[in-house]
């Protein structure tokens, strides 16, 4: 049998991992089975660091508007990208590539995915927007700060 586990706190997902070893030693004593559990963890759940997301939000609501921002609920998706904010504060968004009247309506993984290249620009855009707002540095207190996980060690906290 195979399967994926993913929390969105690290130290839960240690005590699942410990308790389905437990389980799994149990039964295989029990019955004589060959039982295997492997790990640890290989995606962990994204994070946002919320000061981070403060200054991505001001500096995209100025190429898109604030009424084109919208915050998605948290997920459980895999992401190769959550390893970085395991070690440093980060922020990750999705651009909506998304578009109907041009019947790009399919989900990434699929063989018919593409995307709305227009929306490309704005993309562009938004990161240079963030730069500039943030040329003379972030505060790397405030970030760190904010930072409310307390299962992550993260470099200068």
Same mark, same amino acid.
């Given at each position: ?15 699942? %991992? ?7 030693? @149990? ?13 640890? $963890? *290989?995606? #962990? @759940?994204? #994070?946002?660091?919320? #000061?981070? @997301? ?5 500096? !995209?609501? &100025?190429?898109?508007? &604030? ?7 948290? *997920? ?7 390893? %970085?904010?395991? $070690?440093?504060?980060?922020? %990750? %968004? ?18 018919? !995915? ?7 620009? #704005?993309?562009? &855009?938004?990161?240079?927007? !963030? ?6 540095? $972030? ?17 200068? &906290?």
């Amino acid at each position: 049998m195979w399967g994926t586990m993913r929390t969105y706190n690290m130290n839960v997902n240690e005590y699942i %991992f410990e308790r389905i070893n437990k389980i799994a030693k @149990c039964l295989s004593d029990e019955t004589g089975a060959e039982i295997s559990v492997t790990g640890p $963890i *290989k995606s #962990y @759940c994204v #994070y946002n660091n919320p #000061y981070l @997301c403060e200054l991505m939000f001001s500096s !995209f609501e &100025k190429v898109v508007s &604030k009424e084109n921002i919208v915050v998605a609920e948290p *997920k459980m998706g895999s992401e190769d990208f959550s390893r %970085f904010g395991a $070690i440093i504060p980060a922020v %990750f %968004f999705n651009l909506g590539t998304r578009n109907a009247e041009k019947g790009i309506t399919r989900v990434v993984h699929n063989d018919d !995915f593409n995307i709305d290249e227009d929306v490309m620009e #704005y993309g562009a &855009k938004a990161f240079v927007q !963030f730069v500039l707002d943030n040329q003379n540095g $972030i505060d790397m207190q405030k970030t760190i700060s904010s930072d409310d996980r307390e299962d992550v060690i993260i470099r200068g &906290k």
